[in-house]
Nanobody
Framework: VQVVESGGGSVQPGGSLVLSCAAT????????MGWYRQAPGTRREMVAMVLSNMTPNYAEFVQGRFRISRDVGQKMVFLQMNSLRSEDTAVYYC?????????????WGRGTQVTVSS
């Protein structure tokens, strides 16, 4: 499956952004989709994921500021980010887990930059 993100950009602290991700060329069933991020010099960390049972999982640092949603039919996932802080600055990556037979294949997008700065 190919994963493509869009919607990053620059915003002032307290602002909002919406990230979008589309999974295409899938031969199996997309079971999990969501978002990770990586700031310079840090490890990639989970931001939010929607699992196959449509249960959203959020990292603690989200603290109610972000909301993830998923369109199963369109194989898309969205991340509404509000009350952005400078520490949210990172490259945001979309992750899709595809079930093909008994295997679960993980695909990542190339990432989209989010910069929060005054």
């Amino acid at each position: 499956v190919q994963v493509v993100e869009s919607g990053g950009g620059s915003v002032q602290p307290g602002g909002s952004l919406v990230l979008s991700c589309a999974a295409t060329a899938s031969t199996g069933v997309i079971v999990d989709m969501g978002w990770y991020r990586q700031a310079p010099g840090t490890r990639r960390e989970m931001v939010a994921m929607v699992l196959s049972n449509m249960t959203p999982n959020y990292a603690e640092f989200v603290q109610g500021r972000f909301r993830i949603s998923r369109d199963v039919g369109q194989k898309m996932v969205f991340l509404q980010m509000n009350s952005l802080r400078s520490e949210d600055t990172a490259v945001y990556y979309c992750k899709a887990v595809e079930r093909v037979g008994l295997a679960h294949l993980v695909s990542w997008g190339r990432g989209t930059q989010v910069t929060v700065s005054s």
